[in-house]
């Protein structure tokens, strides 16, 4: 697949990818997946030209979207951009959750309200892009659901093809995404690993197709990093103190680092970075088991389970990298059950009034935990990210209310 033959210098100021285990140099204007030791690359930027070529004055003039920061995103002709109107998603004060939990300066940044329902738009928008820009002729990825229905979503407005796995218990609405997109879809009967392995080995058979699964492509992350930029800029250009992130492959937290890394060397940032907080499930907490333990990767747990399907895996690939962003900014790593997830799910929207996804109550429970431990002492300005719609994922509300017959009558009221 061919580079593009001009390459232009304005737009983009990515220069090349580098290895996160041994930090070698590795061209960008190829199609590349993992590097030769087996780890994510990640994308590079001259960014003292970044910053002598734009600031934040002029970002605030730029449409709301994620490609207002094109000068750190690794797409280099604004013509091989692929949008739906992705990004800028609000940052909501949570006033009565946050007094219930003791932490006033509760924020939550809703990604709830991107096109498929999930953040993983902002990674699908980036990477379907940059695809397109090098030549890839359809993207292959396996999913718990969300990244799946997105990067279809992004394929098809691209004019690309796509294949997709993902395990029978993904969420159905996914499935209707990914199907509705004209998705090659297929189901397996396991999980997200095993979705992999059936991935890698059609991508080798398929000529023109990209393996697009986590990490194993360098520019997701740098969609999703854009949820970092977002937030320190809705805040004024200063960073929260705390941020809490449901974390199962990783990349949003890695992302999120990295966006913090690269304002603070830009100077668009000063100041501490903030403690940065993985969220898990009991039933799948590797990070968490290996953060407790002090080491630097993971281990599959024998059992992976949890309601909030879209942190339900075993072992990440960039399971180091998440446990860098975590000890590197003083943060910590943290597991909540099922029923506590949902409790706040269903807690949070007669709070505030929105229905967040699950892994986005675990977040909101993990403010509770944290308050009652002390790590929180309730003067933190703290955020927590909800990844995606409730929509996505009705079975997570029961509804048993009262059938009325038509010549029937509501009960209460003055007379009652």
């Known amino acids: 697949m061919a580079a593009p033959s001009a390459l232009p210098t304005t737009y983009s100021t990515l220069s090349h990818l580098e290895c996160s285990r041994d930090g070698s140099r590795h061209d960008a204007d190829v199609v590349q997946g993992t590097s030769p030791a087996g780890a994510p690359l990640l994308a590079r930027y001259d960014l003292e030209r970044a910053a002598a070529t734009v600031s934040p004055a002029d970002i605030a003039t730029r449409a709301p979207d994620l490609w207002r920061y094109h000068e750190l995103l690794p797409v280099r002709d604004p013509a091989h951009v692929v949008t739906l109107g992705e990004g ?41 892009s940059r695809a397109a820009e090098l030549g890839v002729r359809a993207v292959a990825m396996p999913t718990n659901g969300n990244a799946g229905a997105a990067w279809a979503s992004y ?48 991508v080798r058979r398929r000529t023109g197709y990209q393996d697009t699964s986590t990490l194993r492509e360098p520019y997701r992350i740098e ?28 990349v949003g937290i890695i992302a ?20 940065l907080v993985a969220v898990q499930a009991d039933g799948c907490a590797p990070i968490v088991d290996a953060f407790d333990a002090g080491l630097s990767e993971s281990t599959a747990p024998a059992d992976a389970h949890t309601i909030a399907f879209g942190i339900t895996v075993p072992k990440a690939l960039g399971d180091f990298l998440v446990l860098d962003a975590v ?42 935990q944290l308050r009652e431990s002390g790590w929180l002492d309730g ?17 997570t509300v029961a509804v048993d209310v009262p059938t009325l017959p038509v010549d029937g009558r509501i009960p209460g009221g003055d007379d009652a």
């Open 256 to 275: 999120i680092h990295k966006a913090l890394q690269e304002m603070r060397e830009l100077g668009w940032l000063t100041g501490p970075m903030p403690r």
């Open 88 to 128: 800028m998603t609000p940052l909501l004060d949570l006033p009565r959750a946050g007094a219930r939990l003791g932490v006033p300066g509760l924020r939550m940044k809703d990604e709830g309200l991107v096109p498929t329902g999930a953040f993983k738009a902002r990674g699908a928008a980036v990477g379907i």
């Open 327 to 368: 000890r590197d900014t003083g943060g910590t790593a943290i597991a909540v059950s099922d029923d506590e997830l949902l409790a706040a799910q269903h807690t949070l929207a007669r709070d505030e009034g929105t229905w967040i996804c699950p892994e986005g109550g675990a977040c909101v429970a993990a403010v509770g």
């Open 379 to 395: 003067s933190e300005d703290v955020v927590v990210l909800n990844t995606g719609t409730g929509l996505i994922y009705p079975d």
């Open 155 to 202: 394929a098809a407005r691209a004019g690309m093809g796509s294949l997709i796995a993902m395990p029978v218990d993904a969420p159905e609405i996914t499935r209707r995404e990914c199907v509705v997109a004209g998705a090659e879809l297929y189901l397996v009967d396991g999980l997200i690993g095993d979705a992999g392995k059936l991935v890698a080995d059609a």
């Open 223 to 250: 969609g999703k990093k854009t949820m970092g930029y977002e937030i320190v800029e809705q805040l004024g250009w200063r960073a929260p103190d705390v941020i809490l992130y449901p974390t199962g492959g990783g």
